[in-house]
DNA sequence: TTGTAAGCGTTATCAA
DNA sequence: TTGATAACGCTTACAA
């Protein structure tokens, strides 16, 4: 790899010289600046990101950090996408760090990241507190994406969880349900309270009163969430409808009705946060709410590069809108 | 973030002797190794990767490239997961790279993974020759994976795709199947035409003449499997099955199938390359051979470390068996 | 407009 | 066993 000096070179000129023409083309001379770009085109000349990196407070040579839970889940893999487009628009890389959620691994990637001097970092709010504290004291700019926290001094991207679930369960409501599962993440987990509140909300809006009998909670996985819709397909007076609060409980609930051999939506109906791509596939086609992760990565990102233009701007807050996928698995409902 | 000269001057050392402590811990003086560890404790002194990697041929501070092109394609998270796993073991952070098969972004990535100086890249070889050839000399540790290609030179890892067509079109005529139509991606990808070979063979060894007018091509993406399958359930004679040569295509062919009305697998039978978390759930559950996409992330990535600690050894070739994943979705054939 | 030189945080070489 | 110091490739005062 050519370097700096080899260009100078190269061009009759000091390597100081070459760096201006990169970073300030206007500060040099027209005739020296073409040379020097002859030489920079004839070197295939590239500046080395990791000498750029070593000066501090370098605007160029960006490294983003991409902290998530599991690239497997494709909620994730979208954000993912959104973030990597906009950083590749301009000119950053991007480190993936999958945590599992996991105080070990993301003590690593916030270790890496640091030592990276990585100019930014966007991540879900983590559960434990104190490893919060540490990211808030990275010392780098920072976003936070699908779950909000209390505290405001942080760019934020969102989706309205509550009125997603309300308008998803507004709709099974008015299809003439009346006893609707929830199968749910953890309440600790913001996204998974506002999930339940919207849920609460439309029941209560109808005058449906709230039995807390068919709201299960457990870790926001397939098995789980096969688990507990066992559970409530075992209830003396099941549910007549279930909704999902996220992709993957979503897997172990169409698990669950498949293995208790019901009909959708003529036994029970099913509905979803979260669409996917075989959403529409499924027999009968799953209504959902879609979320607009992509969206959300590339909010999350362009957020971060704002940050460290203008450091000192006020946090913002952007509350994404999801939508409410009508397809066929809600039926025309009934009261069991 | 404490320097090397802080701890240095912490423990009353030179800085030679605190990066001794750190990197050959055994040549120094147990005494000084105690104060020194103190001091690094005490501040909480981590090394600065950045620094590191900018010294020539530096074992230390990992830096892995991963070219992929797209993360939302699930057979991708697999293998990147797979990547980041060993990756993390190893105490090294990977830059994610979407290509969409680009050569812009090809070209970008490869130009940053070696301005990052990089300590390798694991990526599918890539389809247009001179990028190839300019990875090739991209002067840094390659892997490819998915892919093969006749140059021997570089290590690699794969799937037996001709078997695993082979096997599921096999379980396609042994239940009676004679016209089998195979959504392909262009068979200028290894992969691609490696699925037909195995498609062909089959169909070779149960004396089935080959029938090219069953057999479509184009980009591997969803709705050119839509398109293609309607093309060929448009046939006078249409297929008794389908096989999907990829997940992105299977999402084409099953949409098509459902447009069309047709059951499966009273209608049409459908099979695909590429299990996902959603096949047992679709109804019926869906026949497909299942790529150990995890483990090709794996095994690249520990293909990748030992080559960067042996860099003559010779080039290794992996091939992984994909399995034959039989559900519900063939039925018991007929011959149309 | 250009060049010299210091500095970024390490590791490696060489002397002590 | 330890410490000075050069080097990695770049950017940026500062001087010319």
Redesign the pocket.
Known sequence: ????????RQA?????????T???P????????TRVEAAIDDLE????R???R????????HMLGLLIPDIQNPFYSDVVRGVEDVAYARDAAVILCNTDETSDREQFYVDVLK?ESADGVILPPIARSDLNLDIKNIGMPLVFFDRRISDASVDTVVVDNERGARDIVNHLIELGHRRIGLINGPETIATSAERAAGYRRALHDHGIPFDDELVREGRPTRDAGKALTDELLRLDHAPSALFAANNQLALGVLESVREHDLRVPEDIAVVTFDDAPWAKLLDPPLTTVRQPSYEMGRRAAELLFDRIASPDRAAALIVLQPELVVRASCGSGMDT
């Open positions: 790899m050519a370097t700096l000096e080899d260009v100078a009759g000129v000091s390597v100081s010289t070459v760096s201006r990169i970073n300030r206007d500060m040099v001379n027209a005739d020296t600046r000349y590239r500046p080395n990791v000498a750029r070593l000066r501090r407070l370098d605007g160029r040579a030592a």
